[in-house]
């Protein structure tokens, strides 16, 4: 019984001097990375960057209302004629009960919109042209930076 009895002190006072060097020795974790690494996240960073360039996004934005009426078939003649006049702009045919209105462009500032509805006002001078808030689809360039968090 004594033995084992001073077996116990002996390992306990060994396990207590062991953990009391290793914490005062080992206080810092060396790290060895492998280079590949560093590697394939500038690759993924890359791929990341030209999906997010590739897409559109949808913010809030300004776009030219050019028509507003309960007649489907006005409204689908002034999109068939916008889309033949502006061909690099998209345009939009929408209906809320009772009206049809007719959207064109994707603008994210008022100033951007207001040339394009010179145009369009020159071109329906009859009816009431304005610029509209609303949800754009806007597709980021190069030049404006990645912004990785959405």
Known sequence: MKILLFSF???????????????DSFSAVIVHKDPRFDEMAAKQ???NKKSYLSTSHYVRGFRVQAS????????NEVKAELLRRF?????????QA?????RIGNFLTQKDASQLRKLV????PQKGVYIVPDIIEYTPTSDEGFMQDE
Do not use: G, M, W
């Open 9 to 23: 002190f002996v390992i306990c006072a060994v396990a207590t001097h062991a953990q009391a060097v290793s914490r």
């Open 45 to 47: 960073a890359e791929i």
């Open 68 to 75: 507003n009426t309960q007649n489907r078939d006005e409204a």
């Open 87 to 95: 061909p690099d702009q998209k345009s939009y045919l929408l209906y």
């Open 98 to 102: 009772p009206s049809f209105r007719v």
């Open 121 to 124: 006002s020159a071109l329906y």
